[in-house]
Every structure is written in structure tokens, then in C-alpha cells.
């Protein structure tokens, strides 16, 4: 009977432990689903991505030069000769379409003010002797062809007067055998070979200033002979600059030149690409990379949504907000701002593409 209350005790007692233990269990899972969920505010910040499959892209890199615009450049080159006055701009600056570049004191210029001047003389002679031949008509003093003959002399001399204005207006000639080099449009002094005292000789070809719109450029890429059929028009194209190192910028190819440089056995291509903010420089130096597809599909995702971590690729996949879990992928290829995954990811599970990082750094501190 003794033995039976021992073995009864020992009996209840295992039980005890058994719940306990059971309970405990249950408490540390609830405590485990209950230990990750994304919260409201997180969610409105958080974006996504659906594993799709695409259209393999590739790439080809090629290094180059920002140029600018060539139909948007205009070469100031000076009319007349003579001593540099003063230059008011220099090299980089933007000017207004009209504004005065440089002030030339010109002999030359003297020359014209005094056609200009006789030509207006000629003018008021010519007007005084219409009206006198007219007078003189009208008292059977002259004929009707000496009036006429007048009046030509009169239109001869209005007419080359009216020429001569208009080189003034055209030149910017002004008063004091001053000539003014004015900006034919708006934008950015590329060249500039002029300074103050500088002497101009009047037949001088070469020109004085080099004004380019900048709102658009182009990119000239140096294409290895290897590589020159494999570029076509229309194809997208990225661009990066040393000074932009972080940015890149997006156009397409819209000319291919035919022609192969002998020096560098290379043929150039262009992009156009937009630069209203004005960051990409005329001259600096490129890199460019143009992206053609190829006859292939594959799984892809948004490269801001992949995570490199000791030396292996990791997405956050996204079920709901309390099943999110960290998944290693092998990337194939990163192209143009898309990652290809070859395994680690099925097509329509969503990826975290912004606080990505948040969530992985929660989930294996978890």
C-alpha cells in the first residue's frame, strides 16, 4: 500500500512536468511568432518587388568623352581686326543670347562709321535736290526725266544707307570705332582664345570663343572593331563620369559613325543624353555601357533588393507582414539595375527593396 502512494506521487509529479514543460513550450513559440512583425509606419516606407521572368539583358563597355552638342555650338569669330578692350567673360561661364563678350577698338570699324556718315549725307543731298528739281518743274524749269533721274539718285542713296545700318545692327558696330563680340545664343563659353590687349589682325581665321547649349549632350563612345556589329541603333545605353561617379545617366544610341579612327581602331557612337541640370562637362572623360538582350529568360528582381554578405547574396522575402525570411540566391548576372537569380527564388515571391537591409540585420539578430 506504501509503495502504491510512492509510485501515485511520482506518477503525479512526472505530469506536473510534463504540462509545465508544455506549457513553457507553447509560451516561447507564441513569444517566438510573436517576436517579428512589420509595423504600420515601417510598411509605408517599405517597397516591393515580384521575381519575374525577363528577358536576359547584356551589356557591352566602352569608354569615351562627353562632347557637347555639335548642332547646338556656335564658333564666334571676330569681323573686323583690331586692339582687344576688354574680355567679359571667361572660360566655363554661361552667357545670355546678346550679351557682349569682348569690346574691339577697330580702324576698320572707323572706316565704316564714315561710309556710314557719308551715306547719310548723301541722303540729305539727294532729298534737296529732288525738291529743288521738283520746284523747278513745276515752273517749266526742268523736265519730267530730271525729276525722275532724282528720285533715283534718292532711292540709291536710301538704299545704301539702309545697308550700311544694317551692318551696324548685324556687326554691333557702335560709335567710337567700337566693335562688340556679342553671344549669338545662350549657354556655356567652351573656347577662348582671346585676352584683353590682345591685337586682331583682320584676317584672322581662327575663331574667338566657342558658345554651346549644354542642355542636351553627347556621349561618344570609342567601339573596338571586335565589338562594332554587335551595336545597333536604338540600343539603351548608361553613362558615368569620374565627376558622377554615383550617378548614372540614360539614353540611346541615335548615331553610329562609319568611319574607323586609324590612331585608335576604333568607330565612334553617340548617345544623347539630357543634362538640364548641367552636371555632365563637355570633354570629361566616360564610361559607357550599352545593353542589348539576349534570346534567353530568367528570374529577375531589382539589384537595390539583393544583399551581399560574406561573400554570398541574400534577398528578404516578404509573405506577410509577420512571415518575412532571409533567403540566399545565386545572382547570374547584375545588368542596367536588374539582377538575374539562377536558383534561391521562384517566380511571383515578393522581395523587400527598400529597408531591406532593416529587416535582415532583424532577422538574424532574432
Known sequence: MKNSNVLNKIWLLVVVI???????????????????????????????????????????????????????????????????????????????????????????????????????????????????TQEMFEGKLSTEREVIESKSNLEKAKSQLNRLEQNYKIYNLKPGSIYQVVSPISGYIIQKNINQDMQLRSDRTDNIFDVADTKDVWAIANVNEGDINQVKLGMQASVSTLSNSDKKFYGKVDKIFKIIDPETNAMNVRIVLDNNASLLVPESK??????????????????????????????????????????????????????????????????????QLLFYQSLLAN
Not at 295 to 310: C, E, Q, R, Y
Open 18 to 132: 510534463a504540462l509545465v514543460s508544455c506549457n513553457k513550450k507553447e509560451s516561447e513559440d507564441a513569444k517566438k511568432d510573436d517576436s517579428f512583425m512589420i509595423t504600420d509606419a515601417m510598411m509605408k516606407t517599405t517597397t516591393f518587388a515580384t521575381a519575374q521572368n525577363e528577358t536576359l539583358k547584356n551589356d557591352l563597355k566602352f569608354f569615351g568623352k562627353i562632347s557637347a552638342n555639335k548642332n547646338k555650338l556656335i564658333e564666334v569669330f571676330p569681323v573686323v581686326g583690331g586692339n582687344v578692350e576688354k574680355v567679359n567673360v571667361e572660360l566655363g561661364d554661361y552667357v545670355q543670347k546678346g550679351q557682349v563678350l569682348a569690346v574691339i577698338r577697330s580702324t576698320e570699324v572707323a572706316g565704316y562709321e564714315k561710309d556710314y556718315q557719308d551715306a547719310k549725307n548723301e541722303v540729305i543731298v539727294a532729298q534737296n535736290n529732288l525738291k529743288v
Open 286 to 355: 566616360a564610361t559607357i555601357n550599352v545593353y542589348y538582350n539576349e534570346d534567353k529568360k530568367m528570374l529577375s528582381v531589382p539589384s537595390t533588393g539583393v544583399i551581399f554578405d560574406n561573400n554570398k547574396n541574400y534577398v528578404v522575402v516578404y509573405k506577410d507582414r509577420k512571415h518575412v525570411e532571409i533567403r540566399e540566391v545565386q545572382v547570374f548576372r547584375e545588368v542596367a539595375g536588374q539582377t538575374y537569380i539562377s536558383s534561391g527564388l521562384k517566380e511571383g515571391e515578393q522581395v523587400i527593396t527598400h529597408n
